[in-house]
């Protein structure tokens, strides 16, 4: 059985940092792309970053780019977000993903497993 647990979402203020956590079991962590993805009230979901399954190419969303960076820890199957710079339009649940294709690309249809979610604020 997979699970993706995020973790380390809050409130912060403009122009302040947080890192996201998601843990992964029940899947063979190395063989698998991952990704961040975030959704805000009354919009869909959107691509943030992503390593490919080999985990040497990462890509970003442009409106990201430069303030965020995805990491991995493959000996503690986990992988994260830091986020920097963080503006009033970075609020929004944020997902973490997987999925079994080398490239799944930003199409959320694309990614296999889902974890619940936490939540991102940030005030003005």
């Known amino acids: 059985q997979v699970q993706l647990v995020e973790s380390g979402g809050g409130l912060v203020q403009t122009g302040g940092s947080l890192r996201l956590s998601c843990a992964a079991s029940?899947?063979?962590?190395?063989?698998?792309?991952m990704a961040w993805f975030r959704q805000a009230p009354g919009k869909e979901r959107e691509f943030v970053a992503a390593f490919s399954r080999s985990g040497g190419t990462t890509s970003y969303a442009d409106s990201v780019t430069g303030r965020f960076t995805i990491s991995r820890d493959n000996a503690k199957n986990t992988v994260y977000l830091q986020m920097n710079s963080l503006k009033p339009e970075d609020t929004a649940v944020y997902y973490c993903a997987a999925s079994y294709i080398t490239v799944p690309g930003r199409d959320p249809a694309r990614w296999d497993y889902w974890g619940q979610g936490t939540q991102v604020t940030v005030s003005s």
């Open positions: 029940g899947l063979t962590f190395r063989s698998n792309a």
